[in-house]
Every structure is written in structure tokens, then in C-alpha cells.
């Protein structure tokens, strides 16, 4: 299926669905998809990653991965002050490239678009690509302590 075709099937289900959900206040897509072709191949075995944007406490039970139609949504909720402003989301390596690329699905108050467009113009800045290049290598270097303190506990 074209990458067009799924996130056509994506945007119905945040339409039909999502955008029903009590705090819902927007949705974009994460992840690969964001920078795929709309007349590329999405693989079969491929997800196509959607975050919901909740206003309010986050929803007791995670949709995770569903099938809607032939399209595999894996659907994560992100609160909204995770993009409360370009600054902070251009300096998230988890979050920036997705709304630099992505389209929005949902937007009820306009708010995602306008932010969309200042990630993108902002992304390839050298300054933002250092600040999410040291967040992304202070993960991983925690990683190891992090887990040495798990084994510390579980003993």
C-alpha cells in the first residue's frame, strides 16, 4: 500500500475515533513515515506510528498497536506540554524530526500547525541538531548505569 493510501486510513481513524477521546487535542505522525514518500511502498510489515496530543491526564489504557482497515497504527498519547513550544520540541530527538516532517492530522485550535512550522524551519539549525545530538548520546550513555542500578535492586 502507498504511503498515502495509509495515512489517508490513519487521518479517517483520528477523524472517526481519536478525535472523540475526552482531552483530545491534536495528532501528527511519528517515525518513519514522516519522511516517506506519499507514493512510496509502506512495507506490510511496517507500523505506521501516530501520536495522539492529550490535553489533561494522559488515558488509563494505551491503544498501542491496532489494526484499522490494512493499516497497523501503533498510537501513542503524548501530553500537551510536550509541545508547548518550538524550543522545547526542537531540542527532543524523540519529537523534533517527527514534526519537522510531519503533516498534522488533527489540530481543533491551530496550535500544532503553527508549532509544525516552526520545527521545520528551525531543525536543521546547527545549535538544535547539537542540543538533540548530546540528548540522544546522554541516554545512551545512562543506559548502562541505569541498568547496573535495576540489577543492583532485583539481587
Do not use: N
Not at 77 to 97: I, T
Not at 122 to 140: C, F, H, I, L, M
Amino acid at each position: 500500500m502507498q504511503a498515502d493510501m495509509a495515512k489517508g486510513i490513519a487521518e479517517r481513524w483520528v477523524h472517526d475515533v481519536a478525535s472523540e477521546m475526552p482531552g483530545f487535542a491534536g495528532a501528527f505522525f511519528h517515525g518513519g513515515v514522516t519522511w516517506l514518500p506519499d507514493a512510496a511502498e509502506l512495507p506490510a510489515t511496517s507500523d505506521l506510528d501516530l501520536i495522539i496530543v492529550v490535553d489533561g491526564s494522559l488515558p488509563d489504557v494505551k491503544l498501542g498497536k491496532l489494526r484499522v482497515e490494512s493499516v497497523l497504527l501503533d498510537v501513542t498519547y503524548l501530553p500537551r506540554d510536550e509541545v508547548r513550544s518550538a524550543e522545547h520540541v526542537l531540542g527532543q530527538y524523540h519529537l523534533a524530526g517527527s514534526l519537522a516532517g510531519s503533516r498534522v492530522v488533527a489540530d481543533p485550535t491551530g496550535e500544532l500547525t503553527g508549532l509544525q512550522a516552526d520545527v521545520a524551519d528551525g531543525y536543521p539549525r546547527r545549535s538544535w541538531v547539537r542540543r538533540r545530538a548530546e540528548q540522544a548520546r546522554d541516554k545512551v550513555l545512562a543506559a548502562p548505569r541505569s541498568a547496573r542500578r535495576t540489577r543492583r535492586r532485583t539481587r
